[in-house]
């Protein structure tokens, strides 16, 4: 796991390196996910915005749910990409969406990787949905390979 984390931190590194005029956010999130059950979601994400305002996250979250009798805490790490059209010159429809992202995303805890795509308003707001793919068996816990959804409020801590 040491290792997933210090590969996370390499990539992350080269991206922001190659992208000097991005401006730096933190955002904190809260939401539901499914994932073969269900489970709250708290974390935070560090949100770099570019200039074309496109923002490359960076995130660290912790699924808290109640299975077989035993409170389970399931810490993730991940990236994603929030992207939008607005500034395509080649479609005139972009301009009257440009409060909605596309996200795609990868996320990836002790057990599992998940990449999830999903939709976002005004960057506050996502929905995703995606698929865990287990690499390794979490205790006597049940399969965690499988389809994944979920909805995540993401509150900037300008606003704090």
């Known amino acids: 796991m040491k290792r997933l984390f210090a590969l996370l931190f390499v990539l992350t590194s080269f991206f922001v390196h190659a992208q000097k005029k991005t401006t730096p956010y933190f955002v904190l999130n809260a939401g539901y996910e499914y994932w073969n059950g269900n489970y709250g979601r708290l974390g935070t994400d560090l949100y770099l915005v570019q200039p074309n305002d496109n923002i490359f996250t960076v995130n660290a979250n912790v699924n ?23 500034n395509n ?9 440009s409060s909605a992202f596309y996200t795609v995303r990868a996320d990836i805890s002790p057990w599992t990787i998940t990449p999830k795509v999903g939709f976002a308003v005004l960057s506050l707001l996502e929905f995703n949905a995606g698929y865990a793919f287990e690499f390794r068996e979490y205790e006597d816990f049940k399969d965690m390979n499988g389809f994944r959804a979920g909805l995540t409020i993401h509150l900037p801590t300008q606003l704090f």
Do not use: A, T
């Open 64 to 86: 808290l749910g109640y299975m077989k009798d035993k409170f389970r805490v399931i810490p993730e790490v991940g990236f994603g990409y929030l992207f939008n059209f607005k």
């Open 89 to 97: 010159p080649g479609d005139p429809y972009s301009s009257n969406i």
